[in-house]
């Protein structure tokens, strides 16, 4: 155990650069190419093809994957300060769009605003036990005072799990992402934190993309029709399947071995899938397509980041206990 | 060095605070580039409002744009009325017209003088800043400026969600995701006051549907 705990605090000198994590930021962009190129041609050969949305897409994620990639590959610190800011753009996002919590609250709201810089400082020291308990202790304690300190109590059952629950979401979550960077490598595993996090990011947004492909090209049998009509069972299984495929070849990148990294991947998707529908079904409460504008032809920061919320506690949370916490 | 100062401030370090903490998105912001003179006329929520629209303004322009602000509440003090002036780029004006017979300055004269200079405005036509998401009786000032510059464009502007992030009597900001929508410059087509301040709030509301 203690060995575990030491590793975190200095491992944070060791990052390198090493050729696995290299190999997939190159497969990154090579499929970003691959994309642009496809349609690029697809418009020429077929000029009535409606492929405005698809090139919009494409666009929108060489964004995502350049400053995803900057973010992580160069300095610790800047991921940290890099996976807060996307936390607190989340968070803002959701907080914006709730119409579930009372004016009185906007008060309450910026210690959830505050619990991001102490929660993303936590991760970069590799305080684990303090890291993983911070939201769901302290500040399920600390977020229901506050709201009984504003003086009505009309409503604030609902605030009460509301306020929590998003914070849950948007900062608990995310930030293992960046926890993950502060996993050491292990014998016979180089890649290290940062092998981890392109894991499963990589395979996280294959499978959103997989499932929407297979979805759009085989799609028959609603799954969730009430929630998300253009979710099928045939892109569902796809996605999973497909995933699986891309976990066991890039199982390199974590200490698990390739038929372990394919049953992970196949339930990364299942989770993603899971992250997705409940964003949808909030959104679907709301009466709002999109949780923002801010990314062109995704929507907000949320409608991308949905999945990842629940894929990286879920993949963090076996890998550690599986390679990490007993070794 | 006013110019240099007013658009660090505003250009970079506002617009990138608003943009990056307070969750400011501007739609059609280069529509403000387009006239080289302008009256712009939003809807009035929080004292953000201000900020994000000399924020939207080009770095060119800003230290001609000028936001009008009531004399009563900005002047309130001497270092208040300095920073007003200094640091907003403000015209304190008193918030009604001296009645016949009563001295003191004339509030359209004063934005009337800055026009002429070929300067611009930022004009709140509510007056004060009312509750989020709704709109007050707009002021006849606007109607009686416009009908004396009839050369002038103005811009209209609907702002959404800065109210909730820094609404009136609260000093705490909370960071809210808003959005800034700038529709076209224009002319005013009526002729009459009372058409001016009309067709000037139906321009904002046609731009408020757009958010919807």
């Known amino acids: 155990m203690n060995n575990v705990f030491s590793f975190f605090s200095d491992n944070i000198e060791k990052f390198s650069s090493n050729p696995e994590v290299m190999i997939v930021v190159g497969l990154i962009f090579g499929i970003l190419i691959f994309a642009t190129l496809l349609f690029f041609i697809w418009g020429k050969i077929n000029p009535q093809a409606n492929l405005a949305e698809l090139k919009q897409r494409t666009r929108s994620w060489w964004m995502m994957a350049t400053i995803f990639v900057a973010a992580t590959v160069f300095n610790p610190i800047i991921s ?89 979401f948007t900062v608990f979550g995310i930030s293992h992402l960046a926890f993950m960077l502060t996993l050491p490598p292990l014998e016979g595993f180089n890649a290290g934190g940062r092998g981890l996090l392109l894991f499963i990011v990589f395979i996280t947004e294959m499978n959103d993309v997989f499932q929407f492909t297979w979805g759009k090209l085989l799609g028959h049998i609603k799954i969730l029709p009430k929630i998300s009509p253009n979710k099928t069972w045939e892109g569902f299984v796809g996605g999973v399947v497909t995933s699986a495929i891309v976990g066991y070849l890039l199982h390199f990148l974590t200490p698990l071995t390739a038929i372990e990294a394919m049953v992970v991947s196949g339930l990364i998707a299942c989770s993603g899938f899971i992250g997705d529908v409940v964003v949808s079904a909030i959104k679907r409460d709301i009466g709002k397509k999109d949780t923002g504008d801010i990314i062109p032809g995704h929507g907000g920061i949320l409608d991308r980041i949905d999945s990842l919320a629940i894929t990286a506690p879920v993949f963090f949370h076996i890998v550690f206990q599986m390679y990490y916490l007993n070794k | 060095m006013k110019r240099l100062i007013l658009s660090l401030l505003y250009c970079v370090l506002m617009r990138g605070f608003l943009k990056v903490i307070v969750g400011v998105v501007y739609r059609n912001r280069e529509a403000i580039k387009k006239v080289p003179q302008f009256v712009l006329v939003a809807n009035h929520n929080s004292h953000l409002d201000t900020m994000a629209l000399m924020s939207a303004c080009s770095p060119r322009m800003i230290a001609k744009t000028h936001p009008i602000a009531a004399g009563d509440y900005f002047g309130q003090s001497p270092i208040r009325a300095f920073f007003t002036r200094f640091f907003v780029n403000a015209i304190l004006i008193p918030r009604s ?16 003088e800055q026009l002429d200079k070929g300067h611009s405005l930022i004009l709140f036509p509510e007056g004060s800043r009312g509750e989020p998401e709704k709109f007050q009786k707009f002021k006849r000032g606007i109607g009686i400026l416009l009908d004396r510059h009839p050369g002038v464009h103005y811009i209209p502007v609907f702002m959404k969600g800065l109210g909730k992030s820094l609404p009136k009597g609260e000093a705490l900001l909370i960071p809210f995701n808003s959005l800034v929508v700038v529709g076209d410059p224009r002319k005013c087509k009526s002729r009459d006051i009372d058409g001016i301040v009309q067709e000037v709030e139906a321009a904002i509301r046609a731009l408020s549907v757009e958010t919807h």
């Open chain 1, 80 to 168: 940290f300060v890099a996976f807060g800011l996307l936390s607190f753009m989340a968070l803002r996002e959701l907080a914006s769009i709730s119409k579930n919590v009372r004016d009185e609250d906007r008060r309450v709201l910026i210690w959830c605003y505050l619990a991001i810089p102490v929660q993303y400082f936590l991760a970069y020291k590799g305080w684990h036990n303090l890291f993983l308990t911070f939201i769901p202790v302290f500040m399920f304690i600390w977020i229901p005072f506050m709201l009984i300190l504003q003086g009505t109590t009309e409503g604030i059952s609902r605030s009460m799990s509301v306020l929590p629950t998003q914070l849950m």
């Open chain 2, 97 to 112: 017209r001296p009645k016949q017979g009563e001295a003191g300055p004339d509030p359209i004269e004063l934005m009337s």
